[in-house]
């Protein structure tokens, strides 16, 4: 069936450094994927979107990348400040057959940013 | 301009009993998604609403429905309560093109005791 994983439950850096969370998906078919963040009490906040058309994306200190060929994303944060610590969810989306319109999410990647 | 908005925030039930969720979409997004989310879990879509008619349906049971009303707000009902129910319900509002980005509420916490 479909899924979408992610490689690290958990990722802690020092304020400053630039933080990398990767995504691994499934689903060959999918057209659409997008990076949220969610923060403790919140609803999931969107952070950067990509098509499958694309395999880079940048958006303000934050870039995404698109591996197609093994199926494979990430988020790039630029110059981590504490206010990044939160969940990130990596979602994918696709168009065709009849899961259009159905985001499935990964477990999510704990981001700490340590002063 | 509001975002998405849900209400109520926090929800006390009990096994057995039913609950009505509620949610109204961000202005210009005429389409609604709802995902549990378990705590320490990503969200797990339930279903969505465009034109108010059910478009996609996520693997869960009968007891979870849904209406959309005219002004493009939902409504999610769960019937017959379980344990298992209690979750994060989040909202999530689009445009009516398939690929458009969601853009999710601040979630109902629903408790079943």
């Known amino acids: 069936g479909e899924s979408v994983g992610l490689h690290l439950p958990t990722l802690s850096v020092q304020e400053g450094d630039n933080s990398i969370i990767n995504c691994a998906y499934s689903?060959?078919?999918?057209?659409?994927f997008i990076w949220y963040k969610q923060e403790s009490g919140k609803g999931p906040q969107f952070i950067i979107d990509i098509r499958s058309n694309m395999d880079k994306r940048q958006g303000q200190r934050v870039t995404v990348l698109l591996n197609k060929t093994v199926k494979h994303l990430s988020l790039q944060i630029a110059a981590t400040q504490p206010g990044d610590s939160a969940v990130y969810f990596c979602a994918e989306n696709h168009a065709g057959g009849t899961s259009y319109g159905k985001l499935t999410f990964g477990q999510g990647t704990i981001l700490t940013v340590h002063p | 301009d509001a975002g998405v908005t849900q209400s109520p925030t926090h929800l006390i039930k009990t096994r057995g009993q039913q609950v009505t969720l509620r949610c109204s979409p961000k202005?210009?997004?005429?389409?609604v998604s709802w995902y549990q989310q378990a705590l320490g879990q990503g969200p797990q879509f339930i279903f969505q609403y465009y034109e108010e008619e059910e478009r996609q349906r996520g693997n869960f049971p009968d007891r979870f429905s849904g209406h959309q009303f005219p002004n493009y707000s939902s409504e999610l009902n769960v019937n017959a309560l379980l344990l298992g129910d209690s979750a994060l319900y989040l909202c999530?509002?689009?445009?009516?093109?398939?690929?458009?980005?969601?853009?999710f509420g601040p979630g109902t916490r629903l408790l079943v005791l």
């Open positions: 999530a509002s689009s445009s009516g093109q398939v690929l458009g980005t969601q853009y």
């Open positions: 202005s210009g997004h005429d389409t």
């Open positions: 689903n060959s078919a999918s057209d659409y």
